[in-house]
């Protein structure tokens, strides 16, 4: 879960869902999602969009880096 109350979901199979907070439009962003041999977290969306982001320790704190560079921390 983010700060934003939207939530990464993460299946054994390697399905993926993203729900958008209700703030956000609500919603659910579905796709597959594999671990690239960097570390990144590549998800494929249903809607034909694809991107890699990291998720890295920062301190005590888990924080997502997107391929844009933009930096989201997770609850």
Known sequence: MFY???E???ALGGAYA???SVANGGGTA?????I???GSVC???ANGLARCDLYVHSGARI???TSDGERY???
């Open 63 to 65: 924080v997502l880096i």
């Open 18 to 20: 993203y729900t958008y």
């Open 73 to 75: 921390p997770v609850r």
């Open 43 to 45: 998800v494929d969306y």
């Open 8 to 10: 990464a979901h993460f």
């Open 36 to 38: 690239a041999a960097d």
């Open 4 to 6: 934003d109350d939207g």
């Open 30 to 34: 579905w796709g597959s999602y594999h």
